[in-house]
Nanobody
Framework: QVQLVESGGGLVQAGGSLRLSCAAS????????MGWSRQAPGKQRELVAS???????NYTDSVKDRFTISRDNAKNTVYLQMNSLKPEDTAVYYC????????????WGQGTQVTVSS
């Protein structure tokens, strides 16, 4: 059974930092592209960052130079370091996994709430 379990969300003031973690089980973690998406109330879910099995990263423009995605294959965990947080970063953040040669995300976590106060 595949599980992606996020942690690290919470309430932070604007300008602050949070680090999200996503622990994966039931998949060959090192072979999967991992991603972080977010969904704010009334908005569509958007992909924030992704990291391939080879470590190549990609970010949406609004978080470039503020967020960093990384992975530890030994721990089957992907991280999202979020710095200089803004109120518009407030959302539920979801971890996802995509198998090799797949175009859609195969698995999703349950989400963790991030709230940034002004």
């Amino acid at each position: 059974q595949v599980q992606l379990v996020e942690s690290g969300g919470g309430l932070v003031q604007a300008g602050g930092s949070l680090r999200l973690s996503c622990a994966a089980s039931g998949i060959i973690f090192s072979a999967n592209t991992m991603g972080w998406s977010r969904q704010a109330p009334g908005k569509q879910r958007e992909l924030v960052a992704s990291i391939t099995s080879g470590g190549r990263t990609n970010y949406t423009d609004s978080v470039k130079d503020r967020f960093t995605i990384s992975r530890d294959n030994a721990k089957n965990t992907v991280y999202l370091q979020m710095n200089s947080l803004k109120p518009e970063d407030t959302a539920v953040y979801y971890c996802s996994a995509r198998r090799l040669f797949r175009s859609n995300w195969d698995y999703w976590g349950q989400g963790t709430q991030v709230t940034v106060s002004s």
